[in-house]
């Protein structure tokens, strides 16, 4: 048994959609700190 | 504090568990009582992720760290989203599948029975230890600089949460989360909005970060590659990652709360609400803390903020030394002030190379202070005042009761024991209910009925947060109360991660070979622990990886020709 059995494809690619959303905010949240670090030290 | 404070205090933290306890009334089965039931949605999910999380020291010390080594501890949270999402799309939905109560359970469905006591053991001691850290640390401070009595601080905080968390399991604790939570964010965006407004008029917004930046306090990104800095991007991002992924995947304080609900799409949900809003959030508390600086550069601050225990070394025969001290401090801050107000004047005459002297001698003024600052924690220590926790765990709550208007202070003393009371509940929660569910039920009574599982759950998680007073009365920090929980979690959670990736992605080994493999992951961590200072990050990557090359090496090994399961 794996964490997608049972899961259907067209659910499993909006969750990955969901996913990619995520890892985007995250990477724009660090550019952003990074340009804060930059900016103000 | 005074009669409204107290109002707006007790009205806070009494009506949410009362709420609380009018919602989850009546009888409920074993699933209910463990697992809550369908009308808990991603909303009140995330919120209390978050909420178990955050604790009273994210409220109460992460504002000092700031004040007093800037916000790069920012960074130990970047490998929380994507631990979030591989939570999401690895172990949510084999949790939800199998309907377990606990994360262990799993364990003993993939490997065996010892691996799953062994998962659940580690944790009830990692847990059962961090509950009690959990009490004491808003405790003893909250006693320090109100008066109250340290005793009874723990008991009335502890004795609250015993009290709702027995009485409506893992239903009431996401029902008070939520609304405990929403109670932390409002207190916590007018603290910033207060702070930001008590800022010196002299200078800008902008002008105040710039100074707090020169003064090395907004270094929230750095990439170098030094195993000895405790804070970088990569330790961050790497042990962060593991540190998450073991807490969030394998910490049933963390799992009964996404499990809650039954639904696979609201626990994704609520941990992906998680993954965006942790990172934004750490850094407005850590940035409050800067801003909290940037105020005593201007207001004069104590030498020491841990009054009271300054206040007994004076009267301990210490007075002279300390009023020393105190006069070096001022003068120290009287040039400080001078000198930012100085370069950030906007009818400042100094030319691009005078500013920079002028900065670093005011990075130099800023170290003598500190010094200043350590010198007299150490007369402190000589006068027998031997304050175990730092000094920077006591700013906020300082900056709190001197500068902030009365109700308020009420509300935002509230704010640290709603934090308290949220992060216990959901550790009695999951330390009771992974005893009944993991030891108990097989080892003890395993045909009992489901009522009796139910009582049994209640009675161990009230046994739980007696223990966990317990830790509390006799618990003595020795070092930052947020490195204390961090440092602790680190040690066991790269073990039982490792259990848990093994039982995921390792489909060749069997229950024996994990289980020694991690035993002997947790000794190698233990002593890396006693004998060597690399960040404590990292013994979440070394745990984990030790488990994940020593079980298949072992089941080549001593453990050859027993079968190996093909996993669950």
Same mark, same amino acid.
Not at chain 2, 39 to 68: K, N
Not at chain 2, 353 to 363: K, N
Not at chain 2, 494 to 522: D, E, P, T
């Given at each position: 048994?794996?964490?997608?059995?049972?899961?259907?494809?067209?659910?499993?690619?909006?969750?990955?959609?969901?996913?990619?959303?995520?890892?985007?905010?995250?990477?724009?949240?660090?550019?952003?700190?990074?340009?804060?670090?930059?900016?103000?030290? | 504090?005074?009669?409204?404070?107290?109002?707006?205090?007790?009205?806070?933290?009494?009506?949410?568990?009362?709420?609380?306890?009018?919602?989850? /009334?009546?009888?409920?089965?074993?699933?209910?009582?463990?697992?809550?039931?369908?009308? %808990?949605?991603?909303?009140?999910?995330?919120?209390?992720?978050?909420?178990?999380?955050?604790?009273?020291?994210?409220?109460?010390?992460?504002?000092?760290?700031?004040?007093?080594?800037?916000?790069? =501890?920012?960074?130990?949270?970047?490998?929380?989203?994507?631990?979030?999402?591989?939570?999401?799309?690895?172990?949510?939905?084999?949790?939800?599948?199998? !309907?377990?109560?606990?994360?262990?359970?799993?364990?003993?469905?993939?490997?065996?029975? $010892?691996?799953?006591?062994?998962?659940?053991?580690?944790?009830? &001691?990692? *847990?059962?230890?961090?509950?009690?850290?959990?009490?004491?640390?808003?405790?003893?401070?909250?006693?320090?600089?109100?008066?109250?009595?340290?005793?009874?601080?723990?008991?009335?905080?502890?004795?609250?949460?015993?009290?709702?968390?027995?009485?409506?399991?893992?239903?009431?604790?996401?029902?008070?989360?939520?609304?405990?939570?929403?109670?932390?964010?409002?207190?916590?965006?007018?603290?910033?909005? &207060?702070?930001?407004? /008590?800022?010196?008029?002299?200078?800008? =917004?902008?002008?105040?970060?710039?100074?707090?930046? $020169?003064?090395?306090?907004?270094?929230?990104?750095?990439?170098?590659?030094?195993?000895?800095?405790?804070?970088?991007?990569?330790?961050?991002? %790497?042990?962060?990652?593991?540190?998450?992924?073991?807490?969030?995947?394998?910490?049933?304080?963390?799992?009964?709360?996404?499990?809650?609900?039954?639904?696979? !799409?609201?626990?994704?949900?609520?941990?992906?609400?998680?993954?965006? +809003?942790?990172?934004?959030?750490?850094? =407005?508390?850590?940035?409050?803390?800067?801003?909290?600086?940037?105020?005593?550069?201007?207001?004069?601050?104590?030498?020491?903020?841990?009054?009271?225990?300054?206040?007994?070394?004076?009267?301990?025969?210490?007075?002279?030394?300390?009023?020393?001290?105190?006069?070096?401090?001022?003068?120290?801050?009287?040039?400080?002030?001078?000198? %930012?107000?100085?370069?950030?004047?906007?009818?400042?005459?100094?030319?691009?190379?005078?500013?920079?002297?002028?900065?670093?001698?005011?990075?130099?003024?800023?170290?003598?202070?500190?010094?200043? *600052?350590?010198?007299?924690?150490? +007369?402190?220590?000589?006068?027998?005042?031997?304050?175990?926790? $730092?000094?920077?765990?006591?700013?906020?709550?300082?900056?709190?009761?001197?500068?902030?208007?009365?109700?308020?202070?009420?509300?935002?003393?509230?704010?640290?024991?709603?934090?308290?009371?949220?992060?216990?509940?959901?550790?009695?929660?999951?330390?009771?209910?992974?005893?009944? %569910?993991?030891?108990?039920?097989?080892?003890? /009574?395993?045909?009992?009925?489901?009522?009796?599982?139910?009582?049994?759950?209640?009675?161990?998680?009230?046994?739980?947060?007696?223990?966990?007073?317990?830790?509390?009365? =006799?618990?003595?920090?020795?070092?930052?109360?947020?490195?204390?929980?961090?440092?602790?979690?680190?040690?066991?959670?790269?073990?039982?991660?490792?259990?848990?990736?093994?039982?995921?992605?390792?489909?060749?080994?069997?229950?024996?070979?994990?289980?020694?493999?991690?035993?002997?992951?947790?000794?190698?961590?233990?002593?890396?622990?006693?004998?060597?200072?690399?960040?404590?990050?990292?013994?979440?990557?070394?745990?984990?990886?030790?488990?994940?090359?020593?079980?298949?090496?072992?089941?080549?090994?001593?453990?050859?020709?027993?079968?190996?399961?093909?996993?669950?």
């Amino acid at each position: 048994m794996n964490a997608t059995d049972g899961e259907p494809e067209s659910n499993g690619r909006s969750w990955r959609k969901a996913y990619s959303l995520v890892l985007s905010l995250f990477a724009v949240e660090v550019m952003l700190l990074y340009i804060f670090t930059v900016r103000f030290s | 504090m005074n009669r409204l404070d107290y109002l707006v205090l007790i009205a806070t933290i009494l009506a949410i568990p009362l709420y609380g306890l009018w919602r989850t /009334r009546g009888s409920v089965s074993l699933r209910q009582y463990l697992r809550g039931d369908a009308s %808990i949605r991603w909303a009140t999910i995330g919120l209390s992720v978050l909420a178990t999380q955050a604790g009273p020291i994210t409220f109460l010390s992460m504002p000092g760290q700031a004040y007093e080594s800037g916000i790069s =501890f920012i960074q130990n949270y970047f490998g929380q989203p994507l631990a979030l999402i591989v939570v999401c799309a690895v172990f949510v939905p084999i949790y939800q599948r199998l !309907k377990v109560y606990t994360a262990y359970q799993y364990l003993g469905e993939r490997f065996d029975r $010892k691996t799953r006591l062994l998962g659940a053991f580690l944790f009830l &001691v990692q *847990r059962g230890i961090a509950a009690g850290i959990t009490i004491y640390a808003p405790a003893i401070i909250l006693s320090a600089v109100l008066g109250w009595r340290l005793d009874v601080t723990i008991w009335l905080a502890g004795g609250v949460v015993i009290v709702y968390t027995v009485a409506g399991g893992t239903k009431i604790v996401s029902i008070t989360q939520r609304y405990q939570m929403i109670v932390i964010l409002v207190g916590m965006a007018i603290a910033f909005a &207060v702070a930001v407004y /008590r800022l010196s008029p002299d200078l800008s =917004f902008q002008n105040t970060l710039l100074v707090a930046g $020169k003064m090395g306090k907004l270094g929230a990104v750095d990439f170098s590659v030094d195993p000895h800095k405790r804070y970088t991007f990569w330790s961050g991002l %790497i042990g962060g990652f593991f540190l998450a992924l073991s807490y969030f995947g394998a910490d049933q304080s963390q799992v009964q709360r996404y499990l809650a609900g039954g639904s696979l !799409k609201e626990s994704r949900l609520g941990l992906l609400f998680n993954a965006a +809003v942790k990172v934004p959030m750490q850094f =407005f508390i850590l940035l409050l803390g800067t801003i909290v600086f940037m105020f005593y550069q201007f207001e004069q601050p104590p030498v020491y903020f841990n009054q009271p225990a300054y206040q007994r070394a004076m009267a301990n025969g210490h007075a002279p030394q300390l009023a020393t001290l105190q006069t070096q401090f001022d003068d120290v801050f009287a040039q400080k002030r001078a000198l %930012i107000r100085e370069v950030s004047s906007p009818s400042s005459k100094l030319s691009p190379e005078q500013r920079d002297v002028a900065m670093s001698s005011l990075r130099e003024l800023d170290a003598k202070g500190r010094e200043l *600052r350590d010198r007299t924690k150490a +007369v402190l220590q000589q006068a027998g005042v031997d304050p175990k926790n $730092k000094d920077s765990d006591y700013v906020f709550i300082t900056f709190i009761l001197q500068q902030m208007p009365h109700g308020l202070v009420g509300l935002l003393i509230a704010v640290i024991l709603c934090a308290t009371m949220s992060a216990v509940a959901a550790t009695l929660n999951a330390l009771g209910s992974t005893t009944a %569910i993991d030891f108990y039920r097989p080892l003890i /009574r395993p045909n009992a009925s489901d009522h009796h599982y139910v009582v049994a759950a209640k009675a161990l998680t009230a046994a739980w947060g007696l223990v966990a007073i317990g830790v509390a009365s =006799f618990a003595s920090l020795v070092e930052n109360l947020i490195e204390a929980g961090n440092i602790l979690g680190s040690v066991f959670y790269g073990s039982i991660l490792g259990l848990f990736l093994a039982a995921f992605f390792i489909r060749r080994v069997n229950g024996s070979a994990v289980f020694f493999a991690a035993l002997a992951a947790q000794a190698l961590v233990f002593v890396l622990f006693a004998t060597t200072n690399i960040g404590y990050l990292w013994y979440n990557l070394i745990g984990c990886a030790a488990v994940l090359i020593l079980a298949p090496a072992l089941q080549q090994t001593i453990f050859r020709g027993t079968e190996a399961p093909t996993g669950v």
